[in-house]
């Protein structure tokens, strides 16, 4: 099966009909010719991102960078020197909370705004097996059960992310015209189905695997094999909705 997915086109028959079904547009061998990923997944940023000298730096150098003025630029605003600013942006020195005041009406912002990045907490959901939220979505209707794994709210990525459990059975009815914004992520667990993104079809199996863009009509085209279980998640910007 996973030779056939490799394959630009293969048959497939059920009820005696052919179904053409379209290849991965990247093979293993293709993805290493993609443009390499710049971020390291290892990667572990600065421990003293921890540290509130560097928080109030990091806000003190981004609300400049967003005025659009330089270093000397606030220095001469605030009869504070180039080099204690630079201190201060480069999280070496801690502010005193009348310098900090000072900036802040340099700035244009509350004084409060420096010690964002500090005070930030970052959210993780776990869920149990079989503890998902059974949620309504577009297809809910013809029969697809989605099982939200997880949400999280406001982030610092500024992106929503998805996770659901698909689920198809006999109830289940063939919608191929889900659209929305974002990227999407499939991965199948159980049964077999000839998936649609546009115009190709793609013979999934458990351990395959399907990532694309969402904008463009997509959905399964034919349930070849009962009970058919994925994995799909949704990722798109804040602010913009699913259609």
């Known amino acids: ?17 052919a179904v053409a079904v379209a290849g991965a547009p990247k093979t293993a061998a293709g993805l290493a010719r993609v443009t390499p ?13 921890k540290v509130l000298e560097v928080a109030i730096g990091h806000e ?32 070496n020195t801690s502010p005193s909370l009348t310098t900090l005041q000072t900036l ?28 998902g939220v059974d949620v309504e979505r577009r297809g809910t209707r013809a029969g697809h059960q989605y099982n939200l794994l997880g949400h999280i709210g406001s982030n610092t990525a500024g992106v929503v992310v998805e996770p659901y459990l698909i689920t198809l059975t006999e109830d289940s009815d063939v919608f191929p015209t889900f659209q929305h ?33 969402a904008d463009a009509p997509h959905g399964p085209e034919e349930l070849t094999l009962l009970p058919i279980r994925f994995l799909s998640i949704i990722s798109y910007p804040r602010g913009r909705g699913e259609d």
Not at 1 to 17: I, V
Not at 106 to 114: E, M, Y
């Open 37 to 49: 990923l710049t971020q390291d997944p290892h990667a572990i940023r600065d421990t003293r991102e």
């Open 181 to 213: 914004s974002g990227l999407e992520f499939l991965y199948m667990l159980e049964g077999e189905v000839i998936y649609r993104h546009g115009n190709n079809l793609y013979r999934m199996t458990p351990g395959d695997s399907l990532f694309f863009d």
């Open 60 to 91: 003190v150098r981004a609300f400049r960078k967003k005025l659009g003025i330089t270093v000397s630029d606030v220095a001469a605003a605030t009869d504070i020197s180039v080099g204690m600013l630079s201190k201060i942006e480069n999280g």
């Open 104 to 131: 802040s009406r340099a700035l244009g912002v509350p004084i409060t705004s420096f010690f964002r990045r500090f005070e930030e907490e970052h959210s993780a959901v776990f869920v149990k097996a079989g503890e």
């Open 1 to 17: 099966m996973a030779k056939e997915m490799a394959e630009k086109r293969g048959n497939s028959k059920k009820n005696g009909k």
